[in-house]
């Protein structure tokens, strides 16, 4: 039975948005012509598109080649072994063999690379919006850089998050961005190390900000080194009587703000499969802080910004 | 347009310059201020370009163009989703200027769920059909009606007083 039916009721209240929406638009700021700023970005979108097609079709050409040639490279521990030893040629070293320009200067602090046994994972493309910077946009060494520090966090996350979030894979929009899906389900996940900057205060020791009970949760949590955290439960978005749930820990580091978030697949309404003590496990490992104190005596992202809202 | 498909871009400079008001007057009715319309209108050209060989082509390019707005829209509240749960820092929505009945009606629109507000905006701005609304949102069509009838009745409870103050005056 169709409980809402679009009839004569309904027709007055529609007619009123109608006309207020008439008179929002018509009174619209006016437009500059976008035509010629459109045509460049395109132009551009197109050319990146292409390189990215163009750059998985040189992979595959390079992993066939080396696959053919050196049948028998590595330790040969199962079918990963050989693919695993060319990944790990493939993605500059952070810490061995050749090491990347930007982090042969200070070796004080520097991290030991978390172990590598598994073969590079393929980094999730999405396509900047504008006025949007992508890793593409970097200088080569610097991309490859913060390339190699994505996968090795990549596998660390894979292997400390609960299985339900399926593979872990970086993205290829910033350092701080990757995801997680399995079963056709998607599931964003942000771990981001962010010099805090000029900014007066620690955004982590500010307290929490208490929304609605039902949508939006927030509670302190101990990491080891006395380090406080803020963890955050948020109902995202709803659909058809379901809430969409994303979990996030924040923690102030040394001079920057450690973000690692997860959030929910927004077309298949299934909230991310972890809750806020299992982000906080992942927190407290030393091996996800090993990352974390590597990213923040080396930085990858830029200082501390707000994020418009609306 | 090019009817063949290839990517001159002749034709799509001819159609984006017919269409980007419209578009715009769309945008501004999604984001509710002029530089987040502008921007999402930028956007949807850009991606219009890119695959112009393939939206030139459609029964519709306008139609096509309305698609890729309304779902860059949704895409880009849930990437500020995104940035809100991992950033938290979020700023005030710039302020909405205009004539009472505009302010009202954008504040009553801006306390709608991305997707409701789309689904209005494309009901009674677009005037789509359900059907029509449903395939764009690749959702079902009693979930049109039964948000577009809540969305409605919170937009008239906070118009109303206005609208007849406006007409009956």
Redesign the interface.
């Known amino acids: 039975m169709d409980i809402f039916p679009e009839g004569a009721p309904q027709e007055s209240g529609a007619r009123l948005v109608r006309e207020a929406m008439a008179e929002a638009a018509e009174g619209a700021p006016p437009l500059p012509d976008l035509v010629p700023v459109a045509l460049a970005e395109g132009r551009r979108r197109r050319t990146r598109a292409r390189a990215a097609i163009g750059g998985t079709a040189a992979g595959v050409v390079v992993l066939g080649v080396l696959g053919a040639t050196l049948p028998s490279w590595g330790t040969g521990t199962g079918t990963g072994g050989g693919a695993a030893q060319v990944g790990a040629s493939a993605v500059p070293s952070m810490g061995h063999g050749t090491p990347s320009p930007t982090l042969t200067t200070p070796a004080t602090g520097f991290p030991p690379p978390p172990s590598f046994t598994e073969p590079p994972r393929k980094p999730v493309h999405v396509e900047p919006t504008t006025g949007e910077s992508s890793m593409a946009d970097l200088p080569a060494a610097e991309r490859a850089r913060q390339e190699e520090f994505q996968q090795k966090a990549a596998v660390v996350l894979d292997e400390l998050l609960p299985a339900a979030f399926g593979t872990v894979r970086p993205v290829d929009l910033a350092v701080s961005r990757y995801q997680g899906g399995s079963g056709g389900r998607v599931f964003p996940v942000v771990f981001s190390v962010r010099p805090t900057g000029d900014e007066p205060g620690s955004p982590t020791q500010e307290p929490c900000w208490y929304g609605p009970e039902k949508t939006y949760r927030c509670e302190k949590a101990a990491l080891p080194g006395g380090i406080t955290a803020r963890t955050v439960t948020a109902v995202g978005s709803s659909k058809g009587g379901k809430s969409i749930v994303g979990v996030s820990v924040r923690f102030t580091f040394k001079d920057s703000t450690v973000v690692l978030s997860a959030d929910g697949d927004d077309s298949a309404v299934v909230s991310a499969p972890v809750t806020v003590d299992q982000l906080l496990h992942v927190a407290r490992d030393q091996r996800f802080l090993r990352l974390v104190r590597y990213a923040e005596a080396f930085p990858m992202e830029p200082g501390r910004e707000s994020v418009h809202g609306g | 347009m090019t009817a063949d498909g290839s990517r001159d ?1 002749t034709g ?2 001819e159609f ?2 017919v269409n ?2 419209r578009l ?3 945008a ?2 999604l ?4 530089e ?4 999402l ?3 949807t ?6 695959y ?1 060989h393939r939206a030139s082509r459609a029964d519709d390019p306008a139609a096509y163009a309305r698609t890729v707005l309304t779902r ?1 829209y949704l895409a ?1 509240r ?17 302020s909405v200027v ?2 009472e ?2 302010v ?3 504040t009553a629109l ?1 306390e709608l ?3 409701a507000r789309a689904m ?2 494309l009901r ?2 677009e ?1 789509l059909g ?1 059907q029509t609304v449903a395939e764009l949102l ?2 079902s069509e ?2 049109v ?2 948000q ?2 809540r969305s ?2 919170a ?2 409870a906070r ?2 007083d206005r ?1 007849l103050y406006t007409t009956h005056s």
């Open positions: 871009s799509f400079e984006a310059r980007q008001r715009y007057r769309t501004y009715l984001c509710g201020d002029a987040s319309a502008r921007d209108t930028q956007t050209l850009a991606k219009l370009f890119q112009w860059t880009e849930r990437r500020r989703l995104r940035d809100f749960l991992a950033h938290s820092h979020v700023d005030a929505p710039p205009g004539p009945l505009t009202t009606l954008l801006s769920p991305p997707r209005v905006v009674y701005w005037d359900v690749r959702c009693s979930t009606k039964s577009c009838s409605l009745a937009l008239r118009l109303g609208h």
